[in-house]
């Protein structure tokens, strides 16, 4: 989308409000952060500006409502990673960070630099999402009350930590069972069922890479392990660091879910095992043949998906 020709609208997004910067003549203005606010402005845009084109930074849950509404309206949306937004406001010399600067930037981005907009995502996609998200939180709070647990030595605490722990993890239980249902009955159960096919990739682990990696299988491997965020990238600047390449950047939600399969699977998977096993034999450091493995682990998937062929161990 050639977005020099869209009138593209910058908005930076909170809790309560959305600060909104129209691009072509620097116009400021601010709404709710609520649907019936987004829709009533969206529709007086859509009359006055006919090439209507929205840039808004990723920030979770907040960017939810617009998007939904927007998607309605049939207004193309683009959602753009913030570090992106903050590397370029600081290229043009904007330090200075407030909520009306950020939106001039976003729409100073967005006329700079070509931007796509985002597809909207099904409504069993954004189901999934939900719930493996929320599975994800309850695995964190099960961790941080076990962690505090080791720490406490009233038993009143103690007690209630552990009553609290047994909530979680019969929670956790019960949003597994959903996410399985969900997967294998709904559009997502081919994938699920090729995913599960490569020895290293479990029931969850599999609904979280359709979950937040919908690109999965029809990207070519080198953006694919960058969207990851698994593939080395050059950093040749000056002579301490000279020939090390660095991983930065991708979908961390991605990665935390790889991470678990790379680690099975230079158990269990010959492929990913002789793999790992030939890098550390040739002196690479643990870590970087365990990255190394979920860049291969990872690309092997996203060819699977592609072909709609199931894994053939060597």
Not at 187 to 192: H, I, M, R, T
Not at 251 to 267: D, E, G, P
Request: charged share 25%; glycine share 6%.
């Amino acid at each position: 989308m050639n977005t020099t020709e869209s009138d593209v609208i910058g908005i930076d997004v909170s809790k309560a409000q959305l600060d909104c910067c129209v691009g072509r003549d620097n116009r400021l203005f601010r709404i709710g952060n609520a649907a019936h606010a987004i829709r009533a402005k969206l529709l007086k845009l859509q009359e006055e500006l006919p090439k209507l084109f929205l840039v808004v930074e990723s920030t979770g849950k907040y960017h939810a409502v617009l998007f939904r509404v927007a998607t309605e309206l049939s207004i193309p949306i683009a959602i753009v990673n913030p570090k992106r937004i903050r590397d370029f406001a600081k290229a043009v010399g904007q330090l200075a960070k407030t909520d009306t600067i950020d939106a001039r930037i976003i729409a100073r981005y967005a006329l700079t630099v070509e931007v796509a907009p985002t597809p909207a995502p099904s409504k069993e996609l954004e189901a999934l999402r939900s719930l493996v998200a929320r599975r994800n939180d309850i695995v964190r709070m099960i961790t941080q009350e076990q962690n505090r647990l080791g720490d406490i030595q009233d038993k009143m605490l103690i007690r209630s930590l552990k009553r609290h722990i047994k909530w979680l993890t019969q929670e956790r239980k019960a949003l597994e069972a959903e996410i399985k249902e969900l997967a294998l009955s709904s559009q997502f159960a081919a994938k699920l069922s090729l995913l599960r096919g490569f020895k290293g990739v479990g029931d969850l682990s599999a609904a979280a890479l359709i979950a937040f990696l919908p690109e999965l299988g029809t990207l070519s491997k080198s953006h694919i392990a960058a969207l990851v965020g698994v593939a080395p990238f050059a950093d040749d600047s000056g002579t301490s660091c000279r020939g090390k390449r660095r991983i930065w950047g991708g979908r961390c939600a991605v990665r935390s879910a790889l991470y678990m399969c790379a680690l099975t699977a230079i158990r269990c998977n010959s492929n990913i095992k002789s793999y790992y096993r030939s890098l550390r034999l040739r002196g690479k450091a643990a870590k970087v043949a365990l990255v190394a493995a979920m860049r291969k682990t990872i690309i092997i998937l996203n060819a699977m998906l592609r072909d709609g062929s199931q894994f053939k161990p060597i």
